[in-house]
């Protein structure tokens, strides 16, 4: 299933899909629900999230047969379900841990690779995990662990209001305990608060496809809104971002001197 490099399907997109493709009525205040797309649905089967005229011209261009449109989420396997977006290639799901192939199937020799890097990671998660419950208990803030292929990968901290202060708290406690040398890092955005692996990821996810079943690519693109999205972004060609995202509202508080 490796993309020929003759082939005329070669470019292929890796994209983020939440607040990339498609969001939450909460975050398009003011918008006409009349141009809005529905593109995902709730677990009673009611439409969720949408995408804006913009993100369809966009999700059009991705749809020509020489593009190969690889999502890269966070989302799980249950989660995904619930994406309506026709989706025909390899798909990237719980932020890389899991990879399915266009069968749907996962990949057996991705799976193989993350259990045996997940082993090691058990112990240092299930402490992290139990340094933060007290506080996110103090806080209000839902704990939640998450496991691909039978083993814990991640824990996510929310709030029921997304309420900053809290999810601000509990970001610099895990920070402060989980440093550049640490194999866990942390990751947040307006929603949530999570710990993870540090080197096995949506990037690690997007390197192997890469170097197997699409090393025929002749252009590759990288598509996401967050700052975690950008270490699998950068494993491509080109990288492109919504102008609303955190990524650009990052890239926009820098000061950079020109040079």
């Known amino acids: 299933m490796t993309l020929p490099l003759t082939s005329p399907a070669s470019t292929v997109v890796f994209a983020d899909l939440d607040d990339t493709l498609f969001q939450t009525l909460r975050k398009l205040p003011g918008a006409d629900p009349a141009t809005l797309t529905p593109m995902t649905v709730d677990s009673r089967g009611q439409p969720h999230s949408h995408a804006t005229p913009a993100q369809m011209a966009l999700l059009d261009l991705l749809a020509a047969p020489h593009v190969t449109l690889v999502p890269v989420t966070g989302r799980d396997a249950a989660a995904m379900a619930r994406v309506t977006l026709p989706l025909r290639s390899w798909r ?39 340094a933060i419950a007290p506080h996110a208990a103090r806080l209000g803030a839902r704990l939640t662990s998450h496991a691909a292929h039978g083993t814990p990968f991640m824990t996510v901290l929310k709030h029921p209001d997304a309420d900053p202060a809290v999810l601000a708290e509990l970001q610099d406690r895990l920070e402060a305990a989980h440093g550049p040398d640490h194999p866990l890092r942390v990751i947040a955005n307006a929603n949530n608060v999570s710990l993870l692996p540090r080197h096995l990821g ?38 492109l971002t919504p102008r609303r995202g955190q990524l650009m509202r990052t890239l926009r508080a820098l000061t950079l001197p020109q040079r």
């Open 202 to 239: 949506k990037a690690a996810a997007v390197r192997y496809l890469l170097g197997t079943h699409l090393s025929g690519a002749a252009l590759t693109l990288g598509l996401g809104d967050s700052v975690s999205d950008l270490p699998f972004m950068d494993e491509c060609d080109f990288a």
């Open 92 to 130: 990237v799901l719980d932020h890389g841990l899991t990879i399915l192939t266009p069968a749907g199937t996962p990949d057996p020799e991705w799976a193989a690779q993350v259990r045996a890097q997940l082993a090691p990671l058990q112990e240092p998660l299930r402490a992290g995990t139990g």
